[in-house]
């Protein structure tokens, strides 16, 4: 039998630091959700106590240097179960790009496995485990959109944002997460972006001030760091896209757009000087 999941990626519509914890983590209120560009994992049980990894990506690590690995590996501790499993990890989504690919990945295998082995753990129970792989595979395992808080682990489910395009656009560099994390320092953000405010415009539904409430507070750091960034940033807003930020900690920068006739320009002019860009849907 094979088991069948998508791993779709996760966008910020904002992301607040709010201090550095004692654990070494940063307390963070993020509102993530989920866009139609997914890695697709097929999973197929194996008789000897194994798990193997196969994917057509050339850069991805393919042993335990890999999330969906490191999810098999723990709930085959966990759940003490003595079969095998092979799974083959079609990527389409970018590496390092600030849209929780891995973190995906790591929870469509959580999710798959618990079906192929039969296990019946409740997402809650999905969920906690995803937090010991990384901040982001909760999320990832509910799906939704969602506002995140702690080091980004707990999860409290809101409403959607309005159905609208998503552009992405990730220039060809990679960034390191706890790189940006490193050099964030919170006493030096000028602005917070207001939970609040978004939260009142996904209740709300109103299209602009989902816009006008986008945030990200580790922009300034990757924006300093790799130029690019802000080039993209600047490029899809003149292009036309109505609301545009950095997703995560970097590269890939979004831009939500309302109205399709604007999306053939955005596309073309981002792609004379950026390979990757992608035009998808919001999963909502």
């Known amino acids: 039998m094979k088991i069948y999941e998508k791993a779709p990626a996760k966008i910020n519509l904002l992301l607040d630091v709010l201090r550095k914890r004692e654990d070494g983590f940063h307390e963070v209120e993020m509102i993530m959700t989920m866009v139609d560009l997914s890695d697709r994992l097929e999973m197929e049980e194996l008789q000897r106590d194994a798990i193997i990894i196969s994917s057509q990506a050339g850069y991805i690590p393919l042993d335990e240097k890999n ?12 759940y003490d179960v003595k079969k095998g499993v092979y799974i083959h990890l079609d990527k389409k989504i970018p590496v390092a790009a600030g849209l929780a690919g891995g973190s995906s990945d790591a929870a469509a295998a959580l999710r798959g496995l618990n079906r192929l082995w039969k296990l019946d753990i409740p997402e809650d129970e999905l969920c906690v485990l995803g937090a010991e792989l990384g901040s982001d595979v909760p999320f990832c395992v509910t799906g939704g959109t969602a506002l995140a808080t ?20 990730k220039p060809p560099i990679n960034v390191s997460t706890a790189d940006v994390y490193g050099r964030f320092r919170v006493d030096q953000v000028k602005q917070h972006p207001s939970l609040s405010d978004m939260m009142g415009a996904l209740s709300s539904g109103s299209f602009n001030d989902v816009c006008e409430g986008l945030g990200n507070v580790l922009e300034d750091v990757t924006l300093k760091l790799y130029p690019e960034v802000r080039m993209l940033k600047e490029s899809m807003l003149r292009l036309g896209a109505d609301g545009v930020l950095m997703s995560g900690s970097g590269p890939t920068v979004f831009g939500l757009v309302s109205k399709e006739a604007k999306l053939a320009r955005i596309y073309n002019g981002l792609r004379g000087f950026c390979k990757e860009v992608y035009v998808v849907r919001m999963l909502t």
């Open 150 to 169: 702690g080091r980004g682990e707990k999860l409290q489910m809101i409403d959607n944002p309005p159905s609208c395009w998503v552009v992405l656009a």
């Open 67 to 78: 999330l969906a690995f490191q999810a098999a590996r723990l709930i085959k501790e966990r």
